[in-house]
Structure formats: structure tokens, C-alpha cells
């Protein structure tokens, strides 16, 4: 009998488990440990306060129906809340009845407190001497949703992004670190998150800092004996927004202090947003325990953007600046600079000055020049997307007939002639070029590659094709 409680703990997992989704089981109900178990009244351990009522709050109905399956009517729960250690290294434990049929209770919580006074927190982002009310969110005005280019690549990110601005802290994405390489908009969508959010929650405190600005205040606070203070201040911020946390790597004494940081906000209910270069399992020289905690959320990625979507950001680039340009040079730019959004832009920015300092119109040559300087090897960097547009246009017939499974003689050709292309003037292997024509393999593509080959050497009207699509594309 003296192992009764633990039985009927394990009895009431196994219905739990079964209940819960897995990540929720392990976070919530793995940690506890059944005490005893009397007069049908079980005694269970929990880590924090918090921890005991995000129990009550969320798994209320799972608990109560599970106890009374595994002990019957009249069961009732009562929690041991082990708060820390005193200085003696003996446990400060509250107890937490949950009597009338599992309700919450209003049971006020003593935490006990250092005797001596408390000095005012002090906020690292202020310059000393300078007062402020509030906290500077360190937002950039201009990056919104509204001026952030939705496409497939980062349909997920941006979509869980605005879900998060909606609902700070009370989505399943918590904490959202979105990842991929520089340039690709990373900042762009945590800010605007931030943004979303003191529009929507003016009340709420949101701050975004870069990585290595929150090293830098962190080593001040530790020389100036204010640690404390720089910890206390974290942890009053509703919506952190952390840039660059890749940055952490290494960095041990930052890496703790930032663990306890994340723990008090998630336990607290506020929204982390987390920016970084590569996913969490690819992250060196960080702790497992700071890992496994970026990993409670969602992670999502920004790739490099397709085509349409480089050809979107710039036409509203240059719709925002009011300037006229042709549908030819925004192409040539949207298919010789793929890898990088900022380069996309910066692309543009360089063009205009050209145009403006030397009185000239911009035209494809000009842009052609440009971009030459701008990019190496910029004529082997073209891409699937653009290949399919000027093969199309050629035949005037829309992009998306390559897709179709129909056998038309002229858009067989058109996708063939694509295939060839894609894979003598880029780096893409058989089975990716096969992927995004047609959804093909790379037997389908290889069969392509011959069949223009031997057509260049039969056929004189098909070699003019070829040849007249090669200037195209080598413009």
C-alpha cells in the first residue's frame, strides 16, 4: 500500500497520455511526482506555481475525469508547489487544495523575499541620465505586414507570425523562431510582429534586440554589479523579439542568463520570437536544455523567393518610390539576383542611381551592365522560373502549360526545351529541374536533354528555336 500513489499516478498517465498531445504530456505531466494518496485525496509535486495552475487552467476536465476513472467518485487532488531552495537547501513548499470539484483556487502565494530594499529595475536601452515612462519598442516603422511580399517562400512563417500578433502568448507558437539565410526578411517579419502587436495592444510591452546588443548589455550589467536589474528588466517585457540568437553561440554565462529569461516569460504566458540562421538542431555551441526550449514552439523557415515573388517586391519597390519601369528590366533583375531579397532591392536602389547620376534611361542594357558588375557569373545563376517565362514567351503560351500533363506537340516542346536549358546554364541537378517542370524525374529530364540535342541536328527551324532562346536568356 505504501506504493499506492505512485500506481494510481501511473494508471492515470497512461489515460492521459492518450488524451494530450505528446509534446504537452511530456512538458506538463512527465515533471510531476505523485506524494501519497489518502482518502482517496491524491497528492501530486509540481515545479512552480505557474506550473500548478496551467494545469488547473488547461488540462482542468482531463484531470477530474481521469481521477475519478482511476479512483472513483469523490477523488479530489492536492498539489505540493516546491517554489526553490533556502539557504539551507531545504525546500519551500506551498500546498495547493483543490477542493469543490477541482475549481481554482484564489489561494494567495508567499514567495519569500530578500529583507533588504528593493532599488527602481534599471532599462538597459535608456541612456543614463535620461528618463523614460515607457519602454522604446526598437521597432523600424516601415517594417510591416503590409510591406512584408508573401510567398511560398514563407507563406508558414508569415501566416504563424500574424496568428502570434494576434493572440501574443496565447497560440500554440510559442516561442516562433523563424530561420534561413541573411537577407532573406528574418528581421522584417519578427518587427512586424512587434508592430501588430502595440497596434492591436498598446498596453502590451514589446522589445526587439539583436543578439550581440543583448551580449553587450548583458557583460555591462555583470561588470556594474547589475545583474540583476538587467535580468528583472527581461522579464517584464511582454513580447521579446530576439534577433541573430545564433550569436549566443559559445557565449555560456549569456546563454543562462537568457535560459532564465525564457523560462519566466513562457511560464508567464508572454510571447518569445526568436530570428536565427539555421534551425535549432543545427545551432552550435549552445546548451541542449536552451535548444529543446526553442523547440516547444513552431520553427519555420524563409527560403530564397521564387520568381513571382522577386518580381512582386520589385514592382512594389518601384511603385513606392513612384518610378516607371520596364516590365523587361525588372525581369532581367528578378532572374540574375534569386539568393537575396536585400540584393534584389539594392540591385534596384543602384540601377536608379546609375540612371539619375548619368542622365541616362534605364534600359535592359543598362540593367544588363549593372547587374554584371553587381553579380559574378550572373548568366549561370538564372533560374527555373525565368527559363520557363522566356521559353513560354517565346511560344506565347502561359507558364503554367508546363505543369498540364496534356501532350500537345508545342508545349512537349516548350517543356523539353525548358528542361534543356535548365540544365545546361544552371546548377540545378536532374532531379530538382524534373521537380519543379511538370513534377517529372530525372529520367523524364535526361530524355529531354537528348531529345533537343538530336533536334538541334535534324531539325534547321528547331535549331533557330534554340538559338534565338539562348540570346534571350544570355542577354
Keep these: 500500500m505504501n506504493n499506492e500513489h505512485w500506481t494510481s499516478w501511473e494508471s492515470c498517465l ?31 509535486q509540481v515545479p512552480s506555481a505557474f506550473f500548478y495552475e496551467y494545469l488547473e487552467e488547461q488540462f482542468i476536465d482531463i484531470l477530474r475525469k481521469t481521477l475519478r476513472m ?20 531545504v525546500p519551500y513548499t506551498v500546498k495547493y487544495p483543490t477542493s469543490n470539484n477541482f475549481k481554482l483556487q484564489n489561494k494567495p502565494l508567499t514567495i519569500p523575499m530578500n529583507s533588504e530594499e528593493k532599488t527602481p ?14 519602454i522604446d519598442p526598437q521597432l523600424k516603422p516601415e517594417n510591416t505586414f503590409e510591406n512584408f511580399v508573401e510567398g511560398e517562400c514563407n507563406r508558414l512563417a508569415r501566416s504563424a507570425g500574424y496568428a502570434v500578433a494576434q493572440q501574443p502568448g496565447g497560440t500554440a507558437f510559442n516561442p516562433l523562431m523563424i530561420y534561413g539565410n541573411s537577407g532573406l526578411g528574418k528581421t522584417h517579419l519578427a518587427q512586424a510582429i512587434g508592430i501588430e502587436v502595440k497596434e492591436k495592444f498598446p498596453d502590451k510591452v514589446v522589445l526587439y534586440v539583436n543578439a550581440n546588443k543583448f551580449v553587450t548589455q548583458y557583460t555591462e550589467a555583470t561588470r556594474n554589479n547589475n545583474r540583476n536589474d538587467f535580468l528583472n528588466f527581461y522579464q517584464m517585457i511582454d513580447v521579446l523579439i530576439l534577433d541573430d540568437v545564433h550569436e549566443f553561440s559559445g557565449k555560456e554565462k549569456t546563454q543562462e542568463t537568457f535560459f532564465h529569461i525564457f523560462n519566466h516569460l513562457h511560464q508567464t504566458g508572454k510571447q518569445l520570437i526568436l530570428t536565427s540562421d539555421k534551425p535549432p538542431i543545427e545551432l552550435k555551441g549552445m546548451e541542449q536544455r536552451l535548444l529543446s526550449r526553442f523547440k516547444w514552439g513552431l520553427t519555420a523557415d524563409l527560403t530564397v523567393p521564387d520568381f513571382d515573388t522577386r518580381m512582386e517586391i520589385l514592382q512594389r519597390k518601384v511603385y513606392k518610390d513612384g518610378i516607371d519601369l520596364s516590365d523587361d528590366v525588372l525581369e532581367y533583375i528578378a532572374s540574375h539576383i534569386t539568393n537575396n531579397v536585400r540584393e534584389l532591392e539594392g540591385a534596384l536602389v543602384s540601377l536608379l542611381a546609375q540612371s539619375m547620376l548619368n542622365k541616362k534611361e534605364i534600359t535592359l542594357d543598362l540593367a544588363s551592365k549593372l547587374i554584371n558588375k553587381l553579380v559574378k557569373n550572373s548568366k549561370r545563376e538564372l533560374s527555373i522560373e525565368y527559363i520557363s517565362k522566356v521559353v513560354c514567351d517565346y511560344f506565347n503560351m502561359p507558364v503554367d502549360a508546363l505543369q498540364t500533363k496534356t501532350r500537345k506537340r508545342e508545349i512537349v516542346q516548350a517543356r523539353q526545351l525548358t528542361m534543356y536549358f535548365s540544365k545546361t546554364m544552371t546548377k540545378y541537378s536532374l532531379a530538382s ?13 535526361l530524355h529531354a536533354c537528348k531529345t533537343v540535342n538530336n533536334l538541334k541536328e535534324t531539325d534547321k527551324s528547331f535549331r533557330h528555336y534554340v538559338d534565338e532562346i539562348e540570346k534571350k536568356l544570355k542577354m
Excluded: C
Design 70 to 89: 482511476v479512483l472513483g467518485n469523490g477523488a479530489k487532488l492536492e498539489y505540493n508547489v516546491v517554489m526553490g531552495t533556502n539557504h539551507n537547501d
Design 121 to 134: 529595475i534599471k532599462n538597459p536601452f535608456v541612456i543614463p541620465g535620461i528618463q523614460k515612462l515607457q
Design 433 to 445: 529541374i524534373g521537380a519543379q517542370i511538370g513534377n517529372k524525374d530525372h529520367a523524364t529530364v
Design 14 to 44: 497512461r489515460i492521459i497520455r492518450d488524451n494530450v498531445p505528446a509534446g504537452s504530456f511530456k512538458t506538463w505531466f512527465e515533471p510531476i511526482v505523485p506524494v501519497k494518496l489518502e482518502d482517496k485525496v491524491l497528492t501530486i
